[in-house]
């Protein structure tokens, strides 16, 4: 294809886009307002793949850089090596979900009744589609959800029989893996389903699984922590009310509040994350949205992941334990060095990605600042974020001594009287299904391949620089 037929391809298949206070803001036409999300992106799929057929066409056989041996070395850090949509994170400015920050998610996306923060319901439909959907439609998705959200007999049993003493973690994986038992991804391609309609039945086992996560949460949470009986699902009710009452919570609104901005901005978080590629990784091999998702879950429960929420709310706790809820600055910098001195790293800091205070952290201090000003570990988190960034880059070893969204997350949850931080990481499990099951639509959608990059030897890399400078 000549380039000039390339970029009129690459035109057509443009979204109308209005540009709004710097703002782009994507149309979907009066037509698609009435859509639900399948319908929508039936549509929007063919255009999709001319989209990405253009883009190859156009630059397919362009370099993207040079990549140097330190990479293979060091954790693949700035690789160029996926292609997801639905998110992009930049070093300095943080996460945009289809172009949104946080902020603008937060004015943009529709509302419950009385609430002030996103409908993860929107988000995930913004994710999919990159479209703000109207009300109607995301009222639609919680009634959706709410409908699939039963889990087999066979799983609640799974749950019943792991012992407290099994990490959350653990028993969350367990029971998505075991998912995998009704999914009509898993059953199709038994059936001989051709490839172009792989994501239909991935759209499925998607929705499922999100729907299924409020009751898996909340089964492992009054399990482990024995908070009484599991109540049925609302299905007058948006998703967070729903995961907010199974935990035991639903009748506080601020908490009902907080699991809406939670889940929307621990969604996603561009595409190489450990959770996120682990999810693309497994299921490029056509390993069903339920096996992709638990080995995503595995990553998350990583402590340089996912888990650092529970470790934050650990080293916070243990600080207050050796020097009080209301330490002085040079006691909590002690504390930081001893921390450091002991060869830990200081859990909720630091990026691979990341070089200024995420904006994920901000959204959250600024929910702290509107409904718990008091706080008294609020207010130490706040005094840590004045001392930790100097310490860091004295000790000179991080690359961003800035905050992450887990310095902040646990310290809400126990305010709200969720004070059994190994539960933490289930609830950011919970939220980045959203982004990684709208990643595993589109890669079936798009046919994208299975994943197989190339690994070297240490031999092999000296072999092919021996003669060379
Ligand atoms: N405390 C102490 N040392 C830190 C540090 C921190 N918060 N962050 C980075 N460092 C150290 C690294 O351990 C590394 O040390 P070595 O050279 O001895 O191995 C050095 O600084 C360079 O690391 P880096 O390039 O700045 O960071 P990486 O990309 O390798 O790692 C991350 C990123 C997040 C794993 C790291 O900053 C860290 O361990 N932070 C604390 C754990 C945490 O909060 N993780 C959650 C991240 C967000 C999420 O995924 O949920």
């Known amino acids: 294809m000549s380039s000039v037929a390339a970029r009129s391809l690459l035109q057509a298949s443009r979204p109308t886009v209005l540009r709004t206070a710097g703002r782009q803001i994507r149309l979907s ?42 990479q293979l070395y060091g954790g693949m850090r700035g690789l160029p090596a996926l292609i997801w949509d639905g998110s992009v994170l930049d070093a300095d400015e943080g996460i945009r979900f289809r172009g949104k920050t946080i902020p603008e998610c937060q004015e943009l996306l529709p509302k419950a009744p009385g609430g002030s923060e996103p409908l993860p319901e929107g988000l995930f439909w913004l994710l999919v589609t990159g479209e703000i959907p109207t009300q ?11 409908a699939r959200a039963a889990l087999p007999e066979f799983v609640e049993e799974i749950l019943d029989r792991c012992p407290p003493t099994l990490h959350p973690m653990s028993q969350f994986s367990l029971a998505v893996t075991a998912l995998n038992h009704n999914s009509a991804f898993a059953k199709a391609y038994q059936d001989g389903i051709p490839k172009k309609d792989y994501w239909g039945p991935t759209f499925e086992d998607s929705m499922d699984l999100i729907a299924k996560l409020p009751n898996i949460a909340g089964r492992i949470y009054r399990n482990v922590f024995g908070t009484g009986k599991l109540p049925a699902i609302d299905a007058t009710k948006d998703y967070s009310y729903n995961l907010a009452t199974l935990l035991g919570f639903g009748e506080n609104p601020a908490f009902v509040e907080l699991m809406r901005l939670y889940i929307t901005i621990h969604s996603d978080h561009e595409g190489g994350n450990v959770s996120a590629h682990t999810g693309k990784l497994v299921g490029s091999a056509l390993s069903d949205p339920f096996l992709a998702y638990s080995a995503a879950l595995n990553g998350l429960a990583g402590p340089l992941h996912g888990l650092a929420n529970q470790e934050v709310l650990l080293w916070l706790k243990k600080m207050q334990s050796k020097i009080g809820e209301e330490p002085t600055d040079q006691e909590v910098k002690d504390y930081i060095w001893a921390t450091l001195k002991g060869g830990q790293v200081v859990p909720g800091y630091g990026h691979a990605v990341l070089r200024k205070t995420d904006p994920r952290y901000t959204a959250q201090r600024e929910f702290a600042l509107k409904h718990l000003p008091e706080d008294k570990m609020f207010k130490l988190v706040g005094q840590i974020y004045n001392l930790v960034p100097d310490i860091l880059l004295e000790a000179g070893k991080a690359k961003n001594p800035w905050p992450n969204v887990d310095a902040h997350s646990g310290v809400l949850l126990t305010h709200y009287g969720m004070d059994q931080m190994q539960f933490y990481t289930v609830l950011f499990g919970v939220s980045r299904a959203f982004g990684v099951a709208a990643q595993l639509i589109w890669d079936r959608a798009l046919g994208a391949p299975l994943e197989r990059p190339k690994s070297y030897s240490t031999a092999a890399i000296q072999k092919i620089f021996e003669n060379k400078q």
């Open 29 to 70: 036409s009066t037509a698609s307002k009435t859509l639900s999300l399948k319908e929508r992106l039936a549509e929007l799929i063919p255009k999709e793949i001319e989209n990405v057929k253009a883009t190859r066409a156009a630059h397919g056989k362009k370099s993207f850089g040079p990549v140097v041996v330190d």
């Open 136 to 146: 109607a439609q995301v009222d639609a998705l919680s009634k959706e959800w709410a």
